[in-house]
């Protein structure tokens, strides 16, 4: 079957701009996850959907980071006024847990973002 | 600041060799997990671990899980080409912290 996807797979922006980046996950999956993986380092967690709502958000940088996933199945992650230091692979991945965490999170092949 | 730190960061070496990486977590998770990933994809997750003194194979690939649940290792057998990447280990509490990585490359 069709694994997570994530669109666009490169973004190039100026700094300033407004982006937003979208995940579509594994049908069914019930659990939403975004990480943003830097150079030379493994991803860091930013949020957590469970159907609708984010369960969890701590990760999020700052007020410029906002993510949404509106009818429980595909997640917008929307990045305000972007800095160079933004520039990142954004990772997605879903699980079909419903809950405690236990579910297996299949990831998307990510996002690129530059950011001039 | 990642709470697991593996090393080496790189290793390259022959096919037909052996090769050890390392993770070690200042915490304790409900379970650890290594994942490979390959440039332009996601990770992929190889094996959960759980128990303290667990140890798990997968083919060529041996996962140990150390008695205070803080330290494993991945150890690959006979290395090929085919496992070069990027090696993470991560603490599971339903959200993921990874570490940073090793970068296996097997030359042929």
């Known amino acids: 079957g069709a694994g997570v996807s994530q669109t666009p797979s490169n973004k190039v922006t100026e700094k300033g701009k407004y982006v937003e980046l979208r995940c579509d996950p594994i049908s069914g999956h019930t659990a939403l996850y975004w990480y943003r993986q830097s150079l030379g380092q493994g991803p860091e967690f930013l949020i957590y959907?469970?159907?609708?709502?984010?369960?969890?958000d701590s990760g999020l940088p700052n007020d410029r980071f906002f993510a949404v996933r509106p009818e429980g199945s595909v997640s917008t992650l929307k990045i305000q006024r972007t800095e160079r230091g933004d520039s990142a692979v954004y990772l997605c991945a879903s699980s079909p847990q419903t809950s405690g965490g236990s579910g297996e999170q299949f990831f998307g092949p990510g996002t690129r973002l530059t950011v001039l | 600041t990642q709470l697991l730190e593996q090393s080496p960061q790189f290793l390259s070496i022959q096919e037909g060799e052996n090769l050890t990486v390392y993770c070690n977590s200042s915490s304790v998770f409900s379970s650890l997990q290594w994942y490979r990933q390959e440039p332009g994809e996601g990770p992929v997750l190889l094996v959960t671990?759980?128990?303290?003194?667990e140890v798990k194979k997968l083919k060529r690939l041996t996962f140990q899980f150390g008695d205070a649940r803080k330290d494993s290792s991945l150890h690959i057998t006979a290395a090929q080409p085919g496992d070069t990447g990027l090696y993470l280990c991560a603490g599971k509490n339903y959200k993921l912290s990874f570490g940073a990585g090793t970068t296996v490359t097997v030359r042929a």
């Open positions: 671990v759980v128990t303290g003194g």
């Open positions: 959907f469970q159907g609708t709502g984010a369960a969890d």
